[in-house]
């Protein structure tokens, strides 16, 4: 239910299939990217922009990922629209996940941080 | 407006019933307060299913039921699931108080910072939840979130 591009070397930008990221499908989200991760691909953009709508499950697939991948690498997030930004800052995810407005700033700016 | 919905008790058939319902909302609270709406019953919706319904397989349907009017929207919803403790809805941690890196446990206090009010009458002969929500005041602003 997701779709990776690797073409910026190390960087890996994901983007869920579906326009809902919710209990329905938040476990075989976190369960794909976790996998990817897992393969030694650590440095993620989460892209967004196809989502319309996150509940709390899918707040805490995305935490999850994110502990998952720890230390070992980075997780950002772009192409928020207005109704999931709310619930990242209703819930205080903005603390814990740097947004860009869409995958080519959060990809420079991942390429930046080496 | 009054509308009932029939739901299978099963995860995969809330996302549409959650739409289905914010459409209908929509027109009466307004684009900002049809999140506010659409947050709390998808949350409401799932614990039901996820809590209630766990280890249940073609359960009884569980009966929704939508009155709006100019002052707001009421959502009551009757299932036949486990019931939970009468003060479900009343207690745990506000939003702010929740562990940033906690994975779970936000639903209730979602539904508790979007409705209005909260009430949850607990049985073994059914369920019932019901949810209100005021209409926005045309004069606030910030009714254009999409």
């Known amino acids: 239910m997701i779709k990776i591009d690797t073409t910026d070397g190390d960087i890996s930008v994901i983007a869920p299939e579906n326009d809902r990221l919710t209990a329905v499908n938040s476990t075989q989200f976190k369960q794909e990217v976790v996998a990817h991760v897992d393969d030694g691909h650590a440095r993620l953009v989460i892209d967004l922009s196809e989502v319309s709508f996150v509940d709390s499950a899918g707040l805490g697939a995305l935490v999850g990922v994110l502990k998952r991948i720890g230390a070992r690498g980075d997780i950002v997030v772009c192409g928020l629209s207005a109704s999931v930004r709310q619930m990242f800052e209703l819930t205080r995810m903005n603390r814990i996940f740097t947004e860009y407005p869409d995958r080519a700033a959060a990809v420079a700016a991942l390429k930046d941080t080496f | ?66 009155s709006t009017d100019g002052q707001g929207a009421q959502l009551t919803v009757r299932d036949q699931g486990r019931p939970g403790p009468s003060d479900l809805y009343e207690t745990g941690p506000d939003l702010d108080k929740i562990d940033i890196l906690e994975e779970s446990g936000r639903g209730l206090a979602l539904i508790r910072h979007h409705a209005d009010t909260v009430n949850y009458t607990p049985s073994s002969d059914g369920n019932l939840l019901v949810l209100t929500f005021a209409a926005a005041s045309p004069d606030l602003p910030g009714d254009d979130t999409g």
């Open chain 2, 1 to 66: 407006m009054q509308a009932s919905f029939d739901m299978s008790a099963a995860l995969h058939h809330v996302d549409a019933m959650v739409q289905a319902l914010r459409a209908q909302v929509e027109p009466a609270l307004g684009v900002q307060q049809a999140l506010a709406f659409e947050v709390a019953v998808s949350e409401a919706l799932t614990n039901i299913v996820v809590h209630g319904y766990k280890g249940t397989v073609g359960g009884a349907g569980i009966l929704i039921e939508l």
